[in-house]
DNA sequence: CAGTATCCGATGCGATACTG
DNA sequence: CAGTATCGCATCGGATACTG
């Protein structure tokens, strides 16, 4: 009904109404989890919601800044943008907060474990890594999969002078600790439903390499924001 | 991809994705905000989404009973049920809560006054009264819309014994206060984006019949949810 | 009243290819 | 790299009618 992208299709006056139009749509709300950790360009947001195809994210963008929940700032090369929540979009943290907090409680973490894709969970380590309890020098830590296919099967995380990159072809630098898992454990861990030691015990990791690096891993692994929700599912 | 709704189809173990897929879809947020105002029964939770299809609530309403959301209790009438929260779904009371909080302090109050509705407002506000400031006597309130069509024109609030009865007809009683004004206005005070003084100021409320009640009405007058809630949109 | 069945149309969205 | 253009299906959801 109104020109800006129909807010009122639920023809109601109530504030919930109205933010559900601008937020309940497909991708909308993983889109700006992006962006709320601080992602800002097109092709670093689709590495986070790897199966949206670009037309849909490029359609998303521009909604959420008719909303005025973003703006898309021009830099150097035209026609290429950096997307930045605007104060609106920053205020949006605590609903996409209870959303996870939400679902972290209430959804049975063996269901989240059935969306494995270790793409997704380096590029999430990645970003939580905690760089403190790691020495100073440069780090190489090697995460394989051995279960997963050739392309996605072992990555490097290359930690320097408080810097994290992600590789997923080998940089070449020596390995401080080699970190093999599978898939569906690192991410139990990752996500706060399991521990790097009870793990280990279960042999479902093993961790080879500097001592002091593998004792600290559940430390320097910074875990997923709602990893220390509880789950609150019956058993 | 799983049996239980797809729960998957963002392919996401996050749990930010995994509630958007329960929460996400068209009309649910607002199924869950009338079930959250305690409302059970079918035809009750229409009135909160008149412009929803009773086929697509009946459909939704399904949906979140599988996501362990409601449960639908059988009643004395065969096929006939009480949707009642779970542990779960009252837990979603938050979720609800940051989506109008947020849309209350961000969309343009002038956007959300574009949707009005004369039906949604008097059911709210029937929900929301606070029988405290009023005499104990049965008190009959008659809020007149007079640009509204004939059918949605007239309403009467039946207060008696704490207990609110809204009608459409006339019930019959002595009125005890008559409240003449434009929807927009009334609906505008009930967000809390105006106040009752300020309306009769500017002639789009005028009040004739009981002055207690009368001066008392901003009181009386619960106010929507998150009429506290400060917009923050730039003027 | 409390829903269900059926139909059908719009459009949301995915897939793919393409451009500067 | 950073998106846009086009196509076409599928499904979502709206309208209406119907049942116990």
Same mark, same amino acid.
């Given at each position: 009904?109104?020109?800006?992208q129909?807010l009122?299709?639920?023809g109601? #006056? ?6 559900a139009e601008?937020l ?6 993983l889109? +700006?989890?992006?962006?709320l950790?601080?992602t800002?360009? #097109?092709?670093d947001l689709r590495r986070g ?18 909303a005025?929940? /973003? ?11 950096e997307y930045?929540l605007?104060e609106?979009?920053? &205020? ?9 907090s939400?679902g ?14 270790p793409?997704?969970?380096?590029w &999430? ?7 403190t309890?790691?020495? +100073?020098?440069?780090c190489v /830590? ?17 930690? &320097?002078?408080?810097?994290?990159d992600?590789?997923a072809?080998n940089?070449?630098?020596d /390995?401080?600790l080699?970190v093999?898992?599978?898939l569906?454990?690192?991410?139990a861990?990752w ?9 280990i015990e279960?042999r479902?990791i093993?961790?080879i390499? &500097?001592k002091d ?9 910074? +875990?997923s924001?709602f990893?220390?929700?509880k789950?609150?599912?019956?058993p």
């Amino acid at each position: 009904m109104s020109k800006r992208q129909d807010l009122g299709s639920y023809g109601q #006056f109530c504030p919930v109404a109205m933010a559900a139009e601008v937020l309940c749509s497909r991708w909308t709300l993983l889109v +700006l989890r992006e962006l709320l950790c601080g992602t800002t360009r #097109f092709n670093d947001l689709r590495r986070g919601v790897p199966l949206m195809s670009p037309t849909l994210l490029s359609k998303r963008l521009k909604e959420l800044e008719k909303a005025g929940v /973003i703006a898309a700032v021009p830099t150097a090369q035209p026609g290429v943008f950096e997307y930045r929540l605007t104060e609106a979009g920053e &205020d949006l943290r605590p609903v996409v907060m209870s959303f996870g907090s939400w679902g972290q409680r209430w959804v049975e973490s063996s269901l989240s474990l059935r969306n494995l894709d270790p793409s997704l969970l380096m590029w &999430d380590m990645r970003r939580r890594l905690d760089v403190t309890p790691l020495p +100073l020098r440069r780090c190489v /830590i090697n995460f394989l999969f051995p279960e997963v296919n050739s392309a996605k099967r072992s990555w490097w995380l290359v930690v &320097d002078g408080g810097s994290v990159d992600l590789c997923a072809t080998n940089p070449g630098f020596d /390995i401080d600790l080699f970190v093999r898992s599978s898939l569906r454990s690192m991410t139990a861990v990752w996500m706060g439903v399991s521990t790097v030691q009870k793990e280990i015990e279960a042999r479902q990791i093993e961790l080879i390499g &500097d001592k002091d690096l593998a004792h600290s891993m559940q430390q320097w692994l910074g +875990l997923s924001l709602f990893a220390k929700e509880k789950s609150r599912v019956s058993p």
